[in-house]
């Protein structure tokens, strides 16, 4: 391994802020690992435009938008920023739903066109069935029903409406999945939503951009070949880091030539050992390489390959034995074993954790699966925000948390209902 030093990413802060300046926007796709300090170069970049180009850009009405992955990532970067006004951070979900919001007759046009070749795919279906009485068919009789019923109740809907943090379950509101495609087609097809984005958004950065939908990226794409002097697209992520299968496969590969292609090669968090697998690994995919920070040597790693039909609990408990004989580390040992357990994927999750029961018929409907995923089911918050912690408190005899639970939730507690009485 060449000779570094812990400022080996220095650099790249330059390279993304002369990208996103307004006298010289240029796209980048910047590559950045597990633990490389990616939000940091982000805040780092956006406080310097701030001071340098701040007040220009609130004379002229422009902002820079920043898309995150979750609610907790936009909070915890508009915090970083001193919840600037030239700074738009949101979830990808709020960002296309702020754009496309006064569009309600193109939407409405949109939804109508979707719904059409969404009932003719379906009934060209029915009419290859056998049998119209099973279940299949049963459920295929029902979409194109209910289909039917939204399109005849499209003319009563004068405005639509769509909560990027709840379910959207009334005739008139819009579900996750047709937000991002009516943005996406949106920005292909309608040229005055073009001029509208771009002059309201010069630059337009996305986090996690591995996992943001291939459709809308491609549109991005598309503006951003098209108004390449005016717009700065700016990618941030790892194509290897890709959990869901909807986002665009090879992101950072066969870019535009003129795209800058910074790499921030540093892993500040993992121990030299972790990083020297993690690069084997992904050797012959593509050739990424980190390097452990200076005073991170050593570690130990072990990699186990398990097949699915062994018992999980024995499996494990035989991998912990084997850790601690290869590190002598009692924190491997025993019932109260500190030991740290990724799981992957929804299913898996909850069949591991026992609560597939649940799971199972929320993940089924379509209107409900996004928001359930995503933690932001206004009904599945119910549970899990408020009557599960007073279910806890309760257990533990916390009378000052089951307060605190009521007097945050509760508008019949709040200072202005006990004035009122």
Known sequence: MAEYTNEIDAPVDDVIY??????????FFLFAGAGSGKTRTLVNVLARFKKEFGQEYKLRNKRIAIITYTNAAADEITHRLEYSSIFNVSTIHSFCWELIKNFSQDIKNWIKRNLIVEIAELEVEQSKSRDLNNKTSIGRAKKIESKNKILASLKTIQKFIYNPNGDNLTKDSLNHTEVISITADFIKSKELFKQILISKYPVILIDESQDTKKELIDSLFDLQSQYKERLSLGLFGDTMQRIYSDGKENLGIGLPEKWVKPVKKMNHRSKSRIIDLINKIREDIDGQEQFPRIENKGGIVRFFAVSRAKNKSETEEDIRQKMYNATKDDKWNGNDSEVMTLTLEHHMAASRMGFSKFF???????KLKTGFLDGSSSSVNLFT?????????NINKNKFEIANIVKQHSHLV???????N
């Open 18 to 27: 002369e990208s996103i300046k307004p006298s010289s926007p240029q796209s």
């Open 385 to 393: 925000k408020i009557v599960l912690p007073l279910h806890k408190a």
């Open 360 to 366: 199972a018929p929320l993940y089924g409907v379509d």
């Open 414 to 420: 709040d200072k202005q209902t006990l004035q009122n």
